[in-house]
């Protein structure tokens, strides 16, 4: 029950049991994307419990003044309403004979397999296919096959474009045109209510049955949030019908829209979706297909050999490529890597730690390209982090814990569960008290360089990334009656502990970033005296450089015990009776993560 | 199938069979409410295709400057997910022995009966009963139980304040404070994000099984716009597992809260919920049975009597006397009904010309108290309907077609469907042309004083309605070459016959409502003088005595042909040949209805 791994020597994920209750599993573990956007798996049929998402990179939009900004919802174009002699097409009911779900990570294809007795009996095998193309960021393919076993039906298909879905019932969107074209291309316009984004959506079907292309004109169903086109068709008994559904995306934030009215992205979304029509979903899966081989698999063939578990190991770290591939928006360095991707709401489409930490290194060593985009990010993103450090006090740049437009500075929400005992609900403490993030901006931005040796990126930002964060380190230190500098009231990496002192992991990253700020100080001075000259006069390194050899010199630094533990933070090892136990770790977890 | 007439005798509507394909009709059929708030009759359990909805009335809000003012969807207080030993109590999957839906319309009960054989084959007796209080205008009691047939079982229920529901999509409200007390009443703040109403919904629960009461603190859960409480019962075979929850909804807008804070609103809220808890579902459906019958079925006792027939039509009046109930906000005369009552979404709880033509005979009738607040609104929306008449170049007071708030003047939206053979969004005329509603709302005054001898009403307010609705007629009319004067370009009471001239129910209705003018300015200028002379400094009667006499002297009044077939338009029998069809005029009417 559950995942299948018998056939990740192909490279496959397989679901081998439909199960309604737990649809979001699927839904992100199988997700589909190319960094530009990215769509949940949620099946062509509706059920109760889905959760249908589909996310386009860096297009942040703020509810209302409570909220935090967050990337939209936008508007789904998955879903079909597929009727046979009158019963929908339901899983939940009548009975199941075959199934699997199957996510190709070498295509980047998803593909569903069926079985299925009716509740009235009628045999149907049923497939669907989808694509979303790393060829042509904005498109999307899907295929649909029904065939009836057990005598000739009638099918009739709703599919259109469903602008009614939220963010778990926040609206990002306002209704914009709505339009049919040629009584077969359906487009809706939805603008984002407080960023202004436009995004174009564009949609057009193409029926066949046993390949012979069936012509027909839709009829258009028109509600609120909603447009769909009607099809109806008779199938006999072992035709395969074949719905083709092709899919475009535009929206005024693109990479690529610099410049491009809304009404020549409209232009642009029909003619994607014409051309899709032309092309046929076999021709646009294998399009991408070579995409995926020459981008990723042909350039970074990471190869496990060895024993029984190998083959295992080997589709892991495929698995970890494909959504590291699909999550980071590769095009485009105004923006930077969800912590959920772009296969959910779930933390809002920011940028946290993560990227320096986890997912830096991997895409430094295979694709330069996009490691230093997402560090140009955060060199662009400077002013939020003017901004907050000038909010609480401090000097230089103090990086939001969490991040997402450019100019934002800190979005982190400010409350999240209610506290059981006393009713209220919780702050939300990482916002305000994770400030190691300033440190990790820095360490990243040194690593990739490190790395590549791309001298060019530290010339035109690294520098500046690691002066900025270690003057803010700097004004943080806290004199102590002891004599020492001391970082107190923080969160560390462990966030379970709020309010911490000296906490190890956040003392050691703010010396070691102002130790390197020291470093490139006497190496720019020395070596490149142009950059100096103007770093200089921009954030006064002569006078930081003094604070920085005082703050190295008397930084309080944890150090291990007798048994060579090092405590994380002043309280570690006295306080063990007020550790959360497992079960309140788990409840706190359940309220941040998502499927 | 579908709506069982049998027990009408006993005021019951029953349906007989659960078809989740067609949830919107009982839904709405048998809603519940009192005027102040209203409540689809969605089960318990969710569905794909169900609308969940609860309005107030009079809480308008306007999701962005695209879309018309409507009465927002309030968080949803009834669901609950119901799950026996694992499996979700679901009628789409198992088997069901026995199944009824009842509506009361004596009592305003709404209960439900199902015997249920689970998937895993469970045999489960289920009962829902459900109630909004006539009494106390802001209570909602709930009760469940669950007996197990076939073996003992645990029952686990969530259940609290979902506010992820929304207009279809669009989203009216911002989150406030979420509050867990005592470990069991839940209370949620929402604020209506344009017109800033705040909405206090809170709810508590209490368990039983067999009668014994179960006393349990609460498991909390808390998501993003929503709240839930969780309980697990161990229930024997043929034990009664019984779930009552009380719901209450309080709103800055409510007729009695007038300077009362959202602070004290809450108070009121947990003080509501804690004493339908100690009063119990039974007694709070008692006290509002009663109220039921002390204010509507004593005080008009409607009866039919006569062949077999009867008992059904008994039962129908007493239908409508149930909806015209429910749907009628007789407690606040700053807002009036909705063309869709409280019972969706359909029509944004705008109120159109219904009101005086269809409904307001009735309560003129019935309940006088109830007319005259409904035609009081109309005299305090004079403001939008003064703006609309400058908008439009008149003068007078030229009411809107579609009213909510007093001052908004006009709320048609502009567009509807999609034109077919076009593309494109198909406009709304009647906003703009169907101007018979502001003779509609002067016949409407004169017709309920006519029929209560209602004096004071007629002093304060009914003379200046039919005076100012008479202006804006005289200032309409339009000098023709034939010396009449017309009234071009208008929608009739027909709607689908857009832009015609000289409609037969506007220019005789304008002629009638000039003529009542003219008679008042006689009758007040000989027997109120003190009135007359107010009214005439404020509209300048004498001048517009001069424009009415004209205006009533030449108007166009078309006659009947020689067949006694008094024409609707000028092109009305002259033009069958662009008449829209069945199917089309199907079509058009699809766009615009909702269950």
């Not at 068709?233 to 690529?256: G, M, N, P």
């Not at 986890?358 to 997402?374: D, G, H, K």
Request: one cysteine or more.
């Amino acid at each position: 029950m559950g995942m299948d791994y018998s056939r990740v020597r192909d490279w496959i994920l397989r679901e081998d049991c439909f199960d309604p209750l737990r649809l979001g599993k699927c839904e992100s573990v199988m997700s589909l994307g190319n960094g530009y956007l990215g769509l949940r798996s949620a099946t062509e049929e509706r059920y109760l419990r889905e959760t249908r998402g589909m996310f386009v990179a860096g297009t942040f939009n703020k509810f209302d003044e409570n909220e935090v900004t967050e990337l939209p919802n936008a508007a789904d174009m998955t879903a079909m309403e597929l009727t046979i002699d009158g019963e929908p097409f339901d899983l939940t009911v009548g009975t199941m004979e075959e199934y699997t779900r199957e996510l190709n990570i070498r295509t980047g294809e998803l593909v569903r397999r069926v079985l299925w007795i009716s509740p009235a009996g009628r045999r149907i095998r049923f497939a669907s296919y989808r694509t979303v193309s790393l060829k042509n960021l904005h498109e999307i393919a899907q295929r649909v096959e029904i065939t009836p076993l057990s005598g000739d039906v009638t099918v009739s298909v709703r599919s259109g474009i469903d602008a009614t879905v939220t963010n778990t019932g926040s609206q990002h969107f306002s209704e914009g045109d709505k339009r049919f074209y040629d009584k077969k291309a359906i487009q809706f316009v939805l603008r984002t209510t407080q960023s202004g984004i436009d995004f174009v959506q564009t949609t057009q079907h193409r029926l066949a049955v046993d390949g012979r292309v069936q012509e027909q004109d839709a009829q258009v169903y028109i509600e609120r949030r909603e447009i769909f086109a009607g099809y109806e068709v008779k199938v006999r008994q072992d035709e395969c019908f074949a719905l083709e559904k092709y899919s475009s995306v535009y929206t005024t934030r693109d990479f690529d829209a610099a410049g491009r009215t809304t009404a020549e992205l409209q232009e642009a979304g029909l003619t994607a979706c014409r051309e899709m029509e032309t092309q046929g979903y076999a021709g646009i899966l294998a399009d991408s297909a070579a995409q995926w081989e020459a981008e990723v698999w042909g350039r970074t063939p990471i190869c496990i050999e060895g024993n029984a578990q190998a083959e295992l190991n080997q589709f892991a770290v495929r698995f970890a490529q494909y959504h590291m591939r699909i999550m980071v928006p590769a095009q485009d360095n105004r923006m930077n890597i969800g912590a959920k991707g772009l296969s959910g709401e779930g933390y809002k489409g920011h940028c946290f730690w993560d990227t320096e930490i986890f997912l830096l290194p991997y895409y430094s060593f295979t694709a330069p390209e996009i490691a230093r985009r997402l560090e140009e990010y955060r060199y662009l993103s400077l002013p939020g982090a003017h901004a907050k450090a000038a909010h609480n006090g401090y000097r230089g740049a103090m990086f939001p814990w969490e991040s997402a437009w450019l100019d934002d500075g800190e979005v982190t929400p400010e409350y999240c569960d209610v506290d059981i005992l006393t009713g209220k609900p919780v702050k939300v403490w990482s916002g305000i008290l994770e400030q190691h993030i300033t440190s990790d901006v820095a360490f990243g931005a040194w690593q990739y360089a490190a790395i590549t040796g791309d001298e060019d990126f530290m010339d035109q930002y690294g520098y500046e990334l690691i002066f900025d964060t270690a003057i803010f380190w700097a004004s943080r230190l806290e004199a102590g009656e002891d004599g020492c500098y001391h970082i107190n009231d923080v969160v560390g990496p462990d966030e379970f502990r709020e309010h911490v002192n000296d906490n190890a992991f956040t003392n050691y990253m703010a010396k070691w970033n102002m130790e390197k700020a020291l470093e490139y100080y006497e190496l720019l001075k020395t070596e490149k005296p142009e950059i100096f000259a103007e770093l200089n006069e921009k954030l006064q390194l002569d006078a930081a450089c003094e604070a920085w050899q005082d703050g190295c010199a008397h930084i309080f630094l944890p150090q291990p015990t007798a048994e060579n533990v090092l405590p994380q933070d002043d309280r570690c090892l006295r306080c063990r009776a007020i550790d959360l136990t497992k079960d309140q770790q788990q409840e706190h977890l359940g309220g941040i993560q998502r499927d």
